[in-house]
């Protein structure tokens, strides 16, 4: 998880008035509050807490549905009252710190996570294949807006570009459903063809399932591609447009079966999040383009009749 997204989830749970306190020596009180608090921290999955998290459910406090508890065991109470001393201080502590050392957010910013690699030249290629590509892309007359680097995050493969409108962030998060779509059945289509090897299926055979791989996977680049001009622009006759689209959706798809993402600002309007694609569901991401269901024999003869 990026620091960034740590910061931005932690920043959306309320931490006042959800410490557990001493009511007297033996008794703890604001349990429900502090409760509410863990449910918050599952929520937004902050997985560094998770033995605390399951320790402290393994105790008493978890028996019952009161605000307050005695407990006797002065062992157990102690461990109660210092685990949620510990994630308390040590959230209030992390959102300080990232208030210090991160930049402000900007809801015009695309996060890019480059594909892992120990190699130096791979890295910059990507990297120079991706500000090419994104470049050409804003530089389109009816886009006309600049790409900067925003930062890079720190001992991670992310860095942030800042894009100068919402229009193209809204338009690369397109780009990025089709690019994933299409990485998710190229890998498919590799699996299928992995198979007929294991099967020893001829050659002949082989050669004809990829040749109609690769016609089925380019009349997809072009439905994709139309699918983004009609949604995004008001002139889709526009062929060079349309491979720098379809350019791009490559090298996306590319990167992304790579292991690679393209993410919005965390704090970018909902229907920008939403053009993007969800990619801890990458082998599930369906077309955006509307796909017409073949009808039945009993909707066929219906109609005719």
Request: aromatic fraction near 10%.
């Given at each position: 998880?990026?620091?960034?997204?740590?910061?931005?989830?932690?920043?959306?749970?309320?931490?006042?008035?959800?410490?557990?306190?001493?009511?007297?020596?033996?008794?703890?009180?604001?349990?429900?509050?502090?409760?509410?608090?863990?449910?918050?921290?599952?929520?937004?999955?902050?997985?560094?807490?998770?033995?605390?998290?399951?320790?402290?459910?393994?105790?008493?406090?978890?028996?019952?549905?009161?605000?307050y508890l005695k407990i006797y065991d002065d062992k157990e109470?102690?461990?109660?009252?210092?685990?949620?001393?510990?994630?308390?201080?040590?959230?209030?502590?992390?959102?300080?710190?990232?208030?210090?050392?991160?930049?402000?957010?900007?809801?015009?910013?695309?996060?890019?996570?480059?594909?892992?690699?120990?190699?130096?030249?791979?890295?910059?290629?990507?990297?120079?294949?991706?500000?090419?590509?994104?470049?050409?892309?804003?530089?389109?007359?009816?886009?006309?807006?600049?790409?900067?680097?925003?930062?890079?995050?720190?001992?991670?493969?992310?860095?942030?570009?800042?894009?100068?409108?919402?229009?193209?962030?809204?338009?690369?998060?397109?780009?990025?459903?089709?690019?994933?779509?299409?990485?998710?059945?190229?890998?498919?289509?590799?699996?299928?063809?992995?198979?007929?090897?294991?099967?020893?299926?001829?050659?002949?055979?082989?050669?004809?399932?990829?040749?109609?791989?690769?016609?089925?996977?380019?009349?997809?680049?072009?439905?994709?591609?139309?699918?983004?001009?009609?949604?995004?622009?008001?002139?889709?006759?526009?062929?060079?447009?349309?491979?720098?689209?379809?350019?791009?959706?490559?090298?996306?798809?590319?990167?992304?079966?790579?292991?690679?993402?393209?993410?919005?600002?965390?704090?970018?309007?909902?229907?920008?999040?939403?053009?993007?694609?969800?990619?801890?569901?990458?082998?599930?991401?369906?077309?955006?383009?509307?796909?017409?269901?073949?009808?039945?024999?009993?909707?066929?003869?219906?109609?005719?009749?």
């Amino acid at each position: 998880m990026r620091i960034t997204e740590i910061d931005y989830r932690i920043q959306q749970i309320d931490l006042n008035n959800v410490s557990i306190h001493y009511e007297d020596s033996t008794t703890l009180s604001n349990l429900i509050n502090f409760k509410n608090l863990i449910k918050e921290i599952e929520k937004y999955e902050l997985i560094f807490y998770t033995e605390e998290i399951e320790e402290l459910k393994h105790s008493s406090i978890y028996s019952t549905t009161q605000n307050y508890l005695k407990i006797y065991d002065d062992k157990e109470r102690k461990m109660v009252y210092t685990l949620s001393k510990y994630i308390l201080d040590s959230l209030i502590s992390l959102r300080l710190v990232f208030s210090k050392i991160l930049p402000s957010p900007n809801e015009n910013e695309l996060s890019i996570k480059l594909p892992s690699t120990n190699n130096l030249e791979n890295l910059l290629k990507d990297m120079n294949k991706i500000e090419k590509q994104l470049s050409i892309i804003v530089n389109d007359k009816e886009v006309n807006t600049f790409i900067t680097l925003s930062k890079w995050e720190y001992g991670s493969y992310w860095l942030d570009i800042a894009i100068g409108t919402s229009f193209a962030i809204s338009l690369i998060g397109s780009i990025s459903w089709s690019a994933a779509y299409i990485s998710s059945l190229i890998k498919k289509d590799r699996e299928h063809t992995l198979y007929l090897q294991k099967i020893e299926a001829d050659v002949q055979m082989l050669n004809a399932v990829k040749e109609k791989q690769l016609l089925y996977l380019d009349k997809l680049y072009e439905i994709e591609v139309l699918h983004i001009q009609e949604n995004h622009f008001n002139n889709v006759e526009n062929n060079e447009r349309n491979k720098k689209i379809k350019d791009t959706i490559k090298l996306f798809a590319d990167i992304i079966q790579r292991g690679g993402e393209f993410q919005p600002s965390l704090i970018s309007p909902k229907e920008i999040k939403d053009s993007y694609p969800d990619f801890k569901n990458i082998e599930h991401i369906p077309s955006k383009v509307l796909q017409i269901p073949e009808k039945t024999e009993n909707q066929q003869q219906q109609e005719q009749e």
